[in-house]
């Protein structure tokens, strides 16, 4: 990965009487007399117990969590879920309409409303989520977020008028915001040293899968049952994840206070035995910055506004984090617009029958093949920030010049040839440009940055693309020409991924990991996540 491992340190026990010398010939080893001697002096409570998660069993859980998120987006879009509105002839008869836009009588823009409501939550919520993973224990804010997403679900299913919907769709959001701030640094920190893209790849492949399945899902449950009991299931699905989140015991993350480290064990421990008990039993343990500032772990609101604006300006501070941002609102922004205007520009251009059909399938295959693609490549050339550079802007461009061609073509097969090569191509970046986002940073800013990556593409990027698709389609009227013109941006992306290749780099991963514990050890040692971890604990042997 290009780090620098750094020395081991020292055993940190500065709250015992015997204090040992620190020496630079420390090193971890398994000895059983000296385990027996750790454990002597700690409760059994407190020692670290073996987890049920492996990093694989976490990646699938991870996975199948992203998952329901998506499929949950195409069912709000879906026909047998949203439905149609009321209809009137000039005779007076008048039909009901169907689902959610029939039953409640909305108009095209309240059921727009309704179905980008999520945004508005998962925006507010995504870097309050990000700056708490500090003092809560991350594990435990995704489990009280997938509880809120839960409970707003079921709530969706038993709206009873515009307000109501619109409302808990904005809760949706909130509680799918800790999962998408936190997942990502959780699988960066149990995947395989070479495999830690095509993982990141496997997590982001969810997004185009779930939502095809879920229009899928909610025209098959809404035509047959009903709208609402598409978001019962859907909740009764994640709950078992959300139960998992609050009540199994709290992973670690990287950068912030480690169970099962010897650190954990001898300074939180020793020095408040009491309250480090409660503490991780509520899942919260003091982060690394508390203790440099005096806290115990629940700093006052504006301590945290001040840590988040600190966070933040640390963020933009660094070249590498914005240009990788500002290429990703320019791709974004030509996604979202291609995901919703889409199918009425092919049946405008080429005339077809099935456009929904037609795009959906080869969005989903491409989003399948390229996301894992752009992943396992990355790993192949060794995962660096200056390779992921390289791979997003000759991916993009490729992609770009393919999605162009395919717009120039007058004959239907030949376009869905090129423009599924292209978005294969296109979506090769999304397990490199999240990646970046992950080791541009060090350890501790990792979810305020994945948090402020999806805030941004977001507000800069899908949201405010299919508006300003719209208005120029009005005033053009041609849709070959617009969806030329939106393609073309996707050259800019290129070149804006282009110049971090040739910024300064450094790989963050080891800079504030509380064991300091590079890559290369992580493969040789038993991994945190193993069901037997607690078998051996490696103890550092002081040579005087």
Known sequence: MGNQEPDPKPLDD???????????????????????MARASIPSSLLPQPSWFTAKRLLAVFCVINFLNYVDRGTIASNGVNGSRRTCTKTGTCSSGSGIQGEFNLSNFQDGVISSAFMVGLLVASPIFASFAKSVNPFRLIGVGLTVWTIAIVGCGFSINFWFIATCRMLVGV????????????????????????????????????????????????????????????????????????????????????????????????ACPEEAVSNCSNGLLPTQEDSKNGSKGAPSNLNELTRFWKDLKLLLLEKIYVINVLGYIAYN??????????????????????????????????????????????????????????????????????????????????????????????????????????????????????????VSIHIFG???????????????????????????????????????????????FNEDSEDQISDAERARSQPLLEENSSESIEVPIVKY
């Not at 620190?22 to 007399?33: E, R």
């Not at 997004?207 to 598409?230: E, F, K, N, Q």
């Open 333 to 454: 922004f030509v996604i979202g617009a291609y995901s919703y205007w889409g199918p009425k520009a092919g049946y405008s251009i080429y005339h077809m029958k099935n456009a929904d059909m037609m795009f959906g399938g080869v969005t989903v295959v491409s989003g399948i093949l390229g996301t894992l693609a752009g992943g396992f490549i990355l790993d192949r050339m060794t995962s660096t920030i200056s390779n992921a550079f390289k791979l997003l802007s000759v991916a993009t461009f490729l992609g770009a010049i393919f999605c162009f061609a395919a717009f120039c073509f007058k004959s239907l097969y030949a376009f869905l040839a090129l423009f599924a090569i292209g978005e294969l191509l296109v979506f090769a970046t999304q397990g490199p440009v999240n990646y970046v986002c992950l080791h541009c940073v060090k350890p501790s800013l990792r979810p305020l940055s994945m948090a402020m990556s999806t």
């Open 175 to 270: 509680g799918e915001a800790s999962f998408i701030s936190l997942a990502a640094p959780f699988i960066d920190d149990n995947a395989p040293v070479a495999q830690k893209t095509a993982w990141l790849g496997i997590f982001y492949m969810c997004i185009p899968t779930g939502i095809a399945v879920g229009y899928v899902y909610g025209g098959l449950v809404g035509d047959h049952l009903s709208w609402r009991w598409a978001f019962w299931i859907e909740a009764l699905l994640m709950l078992p994840f959300a139960v998992l989140g609050l009540f199994m015991k709290p992973l670690q993350l990287k950068g912030f206070s480690h169970t099962g480290s010897i650190k954990s064990l001898t300074s939180p421990l020793t």
């Open 14 to 36: 500065s709250n015992s009487t015997h204090k040992p010398k620190s020496n630079p010939n420390t090193s971890l080893v398994d000895v059983p007399a000296a385990t027996d």
């Open 462 to 508: 899908d949201v405010p693309s299919s508006p300003l698709v719209g208005v120029v389609q009005d005033n053009i009227n041609n849709w070959r020409v617009t969806a030329l013109m939106l393609t073309s941006i996707l050259f800019i992306s290129s070149g804006i991924w282009f110049i971090g290749i040739f910024l300064h780099s450094e790989d963050r």
